[in-house]
């Protein structure tokens, strides 16, 4: 179970034993006035300076999402692309729903990008799977598909194990796939955290392929979230998760503590790296 992605210097392997990859999620526009409004612009200095900051702060992997209301991404997402890959050597995560700005980004993205994301929905099986093999890519697979998320584990896993099916029907390898667990709000919904942890145990033990989730969405909600992020990212290491979808900033150095404790980080090296390059 080895997902390999490049950018254009740095080569980023996932799996278990080894330490847990970051993929920084602030270039993102959710929720974000002035980098929609940037990007609306055309402008693309802002998420170049977030993916620098981004790399100092811990990340393994840059996500780039772009999707903004009434923009066209099947010319801003290659467009970013090209810009963070100038001032960013690790590997990136295309982050879009759109199938032909994916593959438009695919085309000019440097190295073994990861797609983010197909789900299991056939319209995007379809769309997604048979690009991700083309472009010779890794993708991400939601545990979800257009009737929303399923609230157990065992159907979460139903989902994962068809993403998976499907993936290697087409030639992609199972190392190539790697399963988003999907966590929501704990404030909303008191079992997510549990539904969240119990799915990655499962995928994990079942299928036998890479796991992650986008931690920080557990907080939604409610106050001193970065706190709340590095308990989960804790709990989800233990489970089973072998990368993480988060802002670097409020997490790496939880992310980097658990590695240590759980033995996969020898000599504290990088728990230590990364005390030294972000103490003030
Ligand atoms: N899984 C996968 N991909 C994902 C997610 C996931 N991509 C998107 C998302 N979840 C992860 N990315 C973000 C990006 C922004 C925020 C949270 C997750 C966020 N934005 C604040 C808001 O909406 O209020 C603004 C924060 C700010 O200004 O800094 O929290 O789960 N595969």
Redesign the pocket.
Known sequence: MRTTLSGTGKTVTIGPGLPTVIIG??I?P???KRLAAALAAGDLDLICEMAKAQVAAGADVL?I?VGIAGGDEVTLLPRAVQAVAEVADVPLCL?TANPRALEAALRVVPGRPLV??VNGEEKSLSAVLPLVKEFGAAV?G?TMDERGIPKDAATRLEFAARIVERAEALGISRNDVMI?C?VLPVGAEPQSGCVALETVRLVRERLGVNVNL?V??VSFGLPDRPVINQAFVTAAIVAGMTCV?ADPAGLCAAVRAADLLLGRDEFAERYIAHYRATRK
């Open positions: 999620e602030r993102n959710t929720g974000k996500d999402n982050d983010n994301s991400i939601l988003d999907l986008g920080s969405n979808i």
